[in-house]
């Protein structure tokens, strides 16, 4: 069975960059069918996508995020990253790691992590 | 990019019959996907694709399209079924990014 776990620090300080991991166990993270997503949920909102990645390390991202988003990954880890600079209060949610293809939309979800961005 | 747009409550009676709808430029190109989310956990596929049900997903659930609006539909809701529903796609600009609607608040009274 799949699953996927979200690590990382639970309080960011405003200006700093948020950054998350996402541990896959259960299958691998270089299948060539599937790509790899980071999904926020502010406090009582809704979902956004932030960005998804290949195992390549081939990227695309939220138009409305990109400018402040990196993600990455490690094959030899089962792994991948998120990197979200110049945070404000604005960036603080639920942040979800998740599978999906070109064809099949989130079919495995982290448990999501909070991440507070405070002083 | 595109937006896809939802009614943010919708009720219906245990054991009637519910539709929720989504609407969006994008949805003229892509199916409507669908996620229930109960409070406090992570969203579960529940119709993806033209009509398609995850491995452990009731019957009761199923999906629909028509130009810009994709629906879900819940046959005989059940109590458990009181949760928010999102709706995604791929967006049909650009680098064909995803989008989700707003969510759907369903209260099974």
């Given at each position: 069975q799949l699953q996927l776990q979200e690590s990382g620090p639970g309080l960011v300080k405003p200006s700093e960059t948020l950054s998350l991991t996402c541990t896959v166990s259960g299958g691998s993270i270089s299948s060539n069918i599937y790509q790899w997503g980071w999904i926020r949920q502010p406090p009582g909102k809704g979902?956004?996508?932030?960005?998804s990645i290949y195992h390549s390390g081939s990227t695309?991202?939220?138009?409305?995020l990109k400018s402040r988003v990196t993600i990455s990954?490690?094959?030899s880890k089962n792994h991948f990253s998120l990197k979200l600079s110049s945070v404000?209060?604005?960036d603080t949610a639920v942040y979800y790691c998740a599978r999906h293809s070109t064809v099949f939309p989130f079919d495995y979800?982290?448990?999501?992590?909070l991440v507070t961005v405070s002083s | 990019s595109s937006e896809l747009t939802q009614d943010p409550a919708v009720s219906v009676a245990l054991g009637q019959t519910v539709r929720i709808t989504c609407q969006g430029d994008s949805l003229r190109s892509y199916y409507a996907n669908w996620y229930?989310?109960?409070p406090g956990q992570a969203p579960i596929l529940v119709i993806y694709g033209k009509n398609n049900r995850p491995s452990g997903i009731p019957d009761r659930f199923s999906g629909s399209s028509s130009g810009n609006t994709g629906s879900l539909t819940i046959t005989g809701a059940q109590a458990e079924d009181e949760a928010d529903y999102y709706c995604n796609s791929r967006d049909s600009s650009g680098d064909h990014p995803w989008v989700f609607?707003?969510?759907t608040k369903l209260t099974v009274l």
């Amino acid at each position: 069975q799949l699953q996927l776990q979200e690590s990382g620090p639970g309080l960011v300080k405003p200006s700093e960059t948020l950054s998350l991991t996402c541990t896959v166990s259960g299958g691998s993270i270089s299948s060539n069918i599937y790509q790899w997503g980071w999904i926020r949920q502010p406090p009582g909102k809704g979902l956004e996508w932030i960005g998804s990645i290949y195992h390549s390390g081939s990227t695309y991202y939220n138009p409305s995020l990109k400018s402040r988003v990196t993600i990455s990954v490690d094959t030899s880890k089962n792994h991948f990253s998120l990197k979200l600079s110049s945070v404000t209060a604005a960036d603080t949610a639920v942040y979800y790691c998740a599978r999906h293809s070109t064809v099949f939309p989130f079919d495995y979800w982290g448990q999501g992590t909070l991440v507070t961005v405070s002083s | 990019s595109s937006e896809l747009t939802q009614d943010p409550a919708v009720s219906v009676a245990l054991g009637q019959t519910v539709r929720i709808t989504c609407q969006g430029d994008s949805l003229r190109s892509y199916y409507a996907n669908w996620y229930q989310q109960k409070p406090g956990q992570a969203p579960i596929l529940v119709i993806y694709g033209k009509n398609n049900r995850p491995s452990g997903i009731p019957d009761r659930f199923s999906g629909s399209s028509s130009g810009n609006t994709g629906s879900l539909t819940i046959t005989g809701a059940q109590a458990e079924d009181e949760a928010d529903y999102y709706c995604n796609s791929r967006d049909s600009s650009g680098d064909h990014p995803w989008v989700f609607g707003g969510g759907t608040k369903l209260t099974v009274l």
